[in-house]
């Protein structure tokens, strides 16, 4: 089986990098509008350009769906590749990735709960967001368990999707070393480590594994060897510009019609496989249309340093949206109504958001190389040092 892999010089990896990050911002908007301005309820008939950009910026749990689709082919592939070369070990596997992730998310968890302290310190009466600040939910959160076994830290909400994000990352290998492992022992002990991680981690985290290895279908199916360039462009279009609006709006009908509260991910599953679909299409669209191009300096530039801070920008921003809600809106909800004068307010407010995460990303994301190379030299000291003072028992 012939794996692709992003040529992370090419304009297909400058277009996912950029689609990650705007992916990021989206979720960010999506957050912060609500908090700051009064519901659609409250806008007049004549509002229409409001009401639009209300609805064009109501689809954040959507896009997250691109995260885990793009997750699912970078790592998945990665995954797929290491196996099949012979190159596999589970050490550097859980080495890549817990660095990865941990980079950002222990100071995203500290800044959380300095975000709440402030809060608290501001309006005295709103402890909300320091109920979750303890040491257990913090451990628990460290361990990509919110979700399953304690509540997201300081109740930074996007943190649910790490939980999925990182339990994806250690099924899949087991689910491929039990397929591939030639011997029975092996392929018993995987199977029994999958069924345990199943076991614990629910019903909807199992569900949205189908719409992780989606992704991992773009690294697997073949080359549209049959379809002109014309075509494949064609359809991308139509893709983009006519589906995935479609299957958007899909998703939030199907929502609202059948009263999906938020987190009740069983029940809201089938609305955002269709989306996934949809975004698994156009990222294998995009992947066989421009994998083999070299992207210019200019734009590699720029997709590298959005994308560079999107991680970032996606765990850090929440609890200042907090804060937010208590200092702006009514602590729940917001009370602008969409004037220029606070529209260009909260722009200015979204604005100042990405700047912070940038800062925070200098600070972490930006050094995830020499974070892992230095994890890596303690691991490799503390292994030689433990062998040494064994060796000495011994004698």
């Not at 600070?363 to 060796?391: C, H, N, P, V, W």
């Amino acid at each position: 089986m012939r794996i692709m892999t992003l040529n992370r010089s090419s304009q297909a990896s400058a277009w996912f990098d950029l689609l990650r990050w705007f992916a990021a911002l989206y979720v960010v908007v999506f957050h912060l509008r609500p908090v700051l301005f009064v519901g659609s309820s409250a806008l007049t008939a004549h509002q229409f350009g409001a009401k639009l950009v209300y609805g064009l910026t109501s689809l954040g749990y959507q896009f997250v769906m691109l995260f885990f689709v793009l997750s699912g082919f970078l790592i998945g592939s990665s995954v797929l590749k290491r196996v099949q070369n012979g190159t596999w070990s589970w050490s550097d596997y859980l080495l890549q990735r817990l660095t990865r992730l941990w980079i950002v998310l222990l100071p995203a968890l500290v800044l959380a709960w300095i975000w709440a302290r402030v809060e608290v310190g501001i309006f005295h009466d709103n402890n909300y967001f320091v109920s979750t600040t303890n040491l257990h939910t913090f451990v628990g959160n460290l361990l990509f368990l919110q979700g399953v076994f304690v509540p997201n830290f300081s109740q930074n909400l996007p943190l649910w999707s790490l939980t999925y994000e990182f339990w994806y990352y250690m099924m899949f290998p087991c689910v491929i070393l039990m397929i591939r492992s030639k011997n029975w022992k092996n392929r018993l002990l995987y199977g029994l480590v999958l069924m345990l991680m199943i076991g614990m981690v629910g019903k909807s985290i199992v569900l949205y594994f189908a719409i992780w290895l989606l992704g991992v279908c773009i690294a697997v199916l073949p080359t549209p060897k049959s379809a002109s360039k014309s075509t494949m462009v064609v359809s991308l279009s139509l893709l983009s510009f006519i589906v995935a609006p479609v299957a958007l709006l899909f998703g939030k009908i199907y929502i609202t019609k059948y009263h999906v509260a938020n987190f009740d991910m069983v029940r809201s599953f089938p609305a955002d496989f269709v989306v996934a679909a949809v975004f698994a299409a156009i990222l294998y669209l995009v992947f066989h249309l421009s994998n083999s191009r070299i992207a210019s300096p200019g734009f590699k530039h720029t997709s590298v340093s959005l994308a560079g801070f999107s991680y970032t920008l996606y765990l850090t921003h929440y609890p200042i949206i907090n804060l937010l809600r208590v200092a702006v809106g009514n602590g729940t909800w917001g009370v602008w109504h969409p004037t220029l004068v606070n529209l260009a307010t909260a722009l200015a407010i979204l604005v100042g958001i990405l700047f912070y995460a940038w800062l925070i990303a200098q600070l972490t994301e930006a050094r995830t190389t020499q974070f892992r190379d230095a994890t890596k030299l303690m691991i490799r000291s503390g292994y030689r040092a433990a062998r040494r003072f064994a060796s000495m028992e011994i004698r």
